[in-house]
């Protein structure tokens, strides 16, 4: 049997203050970039992408 609207907006109603109180602790995904940042290992994948990375900027820095 289909539940309702009405059951399911109940159902919906009861699980939202568990809900809000996760949503609350996720913290600022905007500041979580920061906290990441630099965090690569040392790998030949992360010195690459370093180095591409300066090349990129000072072609950039050249051009203004």
């Given at each position: 049997?289909?539940?309702?609207?009405?059951q399911?907006?109940?159902t919906?109603?009861?699980?939202?203050?568990?809900?809000?109180?996760?949503v609350?602790?996720?913290?600022?995904?905007?500041?979580?970039?920061?906290?990441?940042a630099g965090r690569?290992?040392?790998?030949k994948f992360a010195t690459?992408a370093?180095r591409?990375g300066?090349e990129?900027?000072?072609?950039q820095?050249r051009?203004k």
């Amino acid at each position: 049997m289909k539940n309702t609207i009405e059951q399911r907006v109940e159902t919906l109603e009861k699980q939202l203050p568990t809900l809000s109180s996760v949503v609350g602790k996720a913290g600022s995904p905007k500041k979580d970039w920061i906290k990441m940042a630099g965090r690569l290992k040392k790998t030949k994948f992360a010195t690459e992408a370093d180095r591409l990375g300066r090349e990129f900027r000072a072609e950039q820095n050249r051009r203004k």
